[in-house]
């Protein structure tokens, strides 16, 4: 499974962005996607996933209500639309695709978010 990720840039606090995430190969392999986060000098964290089938959606606390993840199974691609933005959402933001076993195994290259205050 191959992952791109893109949609990444520099905003203002406050400001949206819409990151995308580009699955091919055997993606019926996979069981959803998930996007996770990289801050400077800090340990990755899971930010919000998504089951391909059923849809079913879960996030970080510190996302809720303000990033929305969504996917198109014709597409194989997998969103995340943030919202609200805040300097401390700065990072790099992962793709990954679960397995049936609920690992992720498979990532993408990441995309970097900037936001200043």
């Known amino acids: 499974v191959q992952l791109q990720a893109s949609g990444g840039g520099s905003v203002q606090a406050g400001g949206s962005l819409r990151l995308s995430c580009a699955a091919s190969?055997?993606?019926?392999?996979?069981?959803?996607m998930g996007w996770f986060r990289q801050a400077p000098g800090k340990e990755r964290e899971f930010v919000a996933a998504?089951?391909?089938?059923?849809?079913?959606?879960s996030y970080a606390d510190s996302v809720k209500g303000r990033f929305t993840i969504s996917r198109d199974n014709a597409k194989n691609t997998v969103y995340l639309q943030v919202n609200s933005l805040k300097p401390e959402d700065t990072a790099v933001y992962y793709c990954?695709?679960?397995?049936?076993?609920?690992?992720?195994?498979?990532w993408g290259q990441g995309t970097l978010v900037t936001v200043s205050s």
């Open positions: 990954a695709a679960r397995s049936y076993r609920g690992d992720y195994p498979y």
């Open positions: 190969g055997r993606t019926f392999s996979t069981a959803g």
């Open positions: 998504i089951s391909w089938s059923a849809g079913r959606t």
